[in-house]
């Protein structure tokens, strides 16, 4: 039953290495959102994409960028990881992001350290 | 600036009922969501809420006052798995979502 997944639970980087993050939705929902989540901030959203090919800053988007090549896949891509990138990263998916019914899903979250 | 304020952690007993708090400011409002998130798990949507008043679902209940920038999640007879944080977000006239930190809820035997 599981909608939206995120490729890895765990990873450990070195600063300046690049770290691609995976996101798949099987609910062929229009919009995909990252986040990081981060103790004692509210999620705060990087990126996200409300049809294929198509991106738009988050509040957050230095030092990340963002692929969607297909409907159903959104990945988070860090060019050079710094430690200030250590996080949760949230991948969410919703059906109408012009709707104030617009209820995400999220997937488990990938946490990444950076050395 | 725009900004949600919740608790940061409360404390209940298994059975008992609590309330959590969400004060916000944003600019418009085009609704206000809960969600629930269990340690080490992805959130889960438990409300929404764009009109003035409660809105009951089983043993949750949520509550909103646009007037006041307000609203309140209500648990009853809490149960052991109602261990988690619990996340209140308002979507602002643009429809973006705006956090707050999440209160964590610790419920007690």
């Known amino acids: 039953d599981v909608k939206v997944t995120q490729s890895s639970r765990y990873l450990v980087k070195r600063t300046g290495e690049k770290v691609f993050l995976e996101c798949v939705q099987d609910m062929d929902h229009e919009n995909m959102f990252w986040y990081r989540q981060d103790p004692g901030l509210g999620l705060r959203l990087i990126y996200f994409s409300y049809d294929v090919k198509m991106k738009e800053k988050g509040d957050i988007p230095e030092g990340y960028s963002v692929s969607r090549e297909k409907k159903e896949r959104f990945s988070l891509i860090l060019e050079s990881a710094s430690t200030n990138q250590t996080s949760m990263y949230l991948c969410a998916s919703s059906r109408d992001a012009g709707s104030g019914a617009n209820v995400l899903t999220f997937g488990a979250g990938s946490r990444l350290t950076v050395l | 600036g725009q900004n949600i304020d919740q608790p940061t952690e409360m404390t209940a007993t298994e059975g008992a009922i609590v309330q959590i708090n969400c004060t916000y400011q944003?600019?418009?409002?085009?609704?206000l969501f809960w969600y629930q998130q269990h340690a080490g798990e992805a959130p889960t949507f438990l409300s929404y809420?764009?009109l003035d008043g409660l809105e009951e679902k089983g043993r949750f209940s949520s509550f909103l006052s646009r007037s006041k920038g307000y609203s309140y999640l209500l648990l009853k007879e809490l149960q052991m798995k109602d261990s988690a944080s619990y996340l209140c977000?308002?979507?602002?006239?643009?429809?973006?979502?705006?956090w707050g930190a999440g209160t964590k809820l610790i419920i007690k035997p």
């Open positions: 977000a308002v979507m602002d006239s643009n429809y973006q979502l705006i």
């Open positions: 809420n764009v």
């Open positions: 944003t600019s418009g409002f085009n609704g």
